[in-house]
């Protein structure tokens, strides 16, 4: 088993590795294999809504997922294949997570959802002080779409600091960490060999009919 945790900051060794790194090592020694995957600190193209990767029409290079392939985007869907579960970690800007990491998420999810549907996962925020529970929640909504079983812990995944590698001091978020992998550990252990559950045809409707 494998779990792909994410980091969503521009600080490649900042507080959310920090905290990201309390769960890789937990679950190591909950003998699953853990990878940490920064996104880096160059730009990441939100969706344009073009539709282009439902085409079902190949692309004239050859690469799949999104449109775009200027960007880290498509190279980390092809990581969420190989995952068993996911772990999206982020720094709180303005009470929301790093608006990269929204747009990798959206265009991944969208383009190649089938690399994350019904994998567990879970949303860590990492803040200086106020805004955690939002960006949380924010995190949360496309995974739920996804169908993805969210694992939680003994408090919200929440973990505080400002200077790098400062939230190694907060005691409480470190255990949240570490009680998080514990959880998910025992979910992978106990869906390794369940069926996935058959999946209907979507019916979307609206406001209007």
């Known amino acids: 088993m494998k779990v792909l945790l994410i980091n969503g900051s521009p600080r490649k060794c900042g507080n959310t590795f ?3 790194s309390e769960i890789a090592k937990t679950l190591e020694k909950e003998g699953v294999d853990a990878e ?9 193209r939100g969706c344009i809504a073009c539709g282009r990767c439902k085409s079902g029409e190949p692309y004239p290079d050859g690469h ?13 869907s092809a990581k969420f294949e190989e995952a068993d579960a996911l772990v999206f970690g982020s720094p709180v800007y303005y009470g929301q997570p790093n608006g990269t990491l929204l747009c ?16 567990p996962t879970a949303a860590v925020a990492i803040c200086r002080r106020g805004g955690a529970t939002a960006a949380l929640q924010t995190l949360l909504m496309p995974m739920q779409i996804m169908n993805m079983p969210i694992v939680t812990s003994q408090y919200w995944n929440i973990a505080y600091g400002r200077e790098e590698g400062q939230a190694v001091q907060d005691l409480e978020g470190m255990q949240t960490m570490r009680t998080l992998a ?28």
Do not use: Y
């Open 64 to 76: 799949k997922g999104c449109v775009f392939n200027d960007d880290i985007c498509n190279a980390m």
């Open 36 to 44: 940490i995957a920064w996104i880096g600190n160059k730009p990441v």
């Open 104 to 119: 990798l998420m959206q265009r991944a999810f969208f383009s190649n959802g089938d690399a994350v549907r019904n994998k």
């Open 182 to 209: 514990h959880n998910l550990a025992r979910m992978l252990r106990g869906l390794s060999n369940e069926p996935l559950p058959e999946r209907e045809v979507i019916t979307q409707t609206h406001f209007i009919r």
């Open 18 to 20: 920090t905290a990201l």
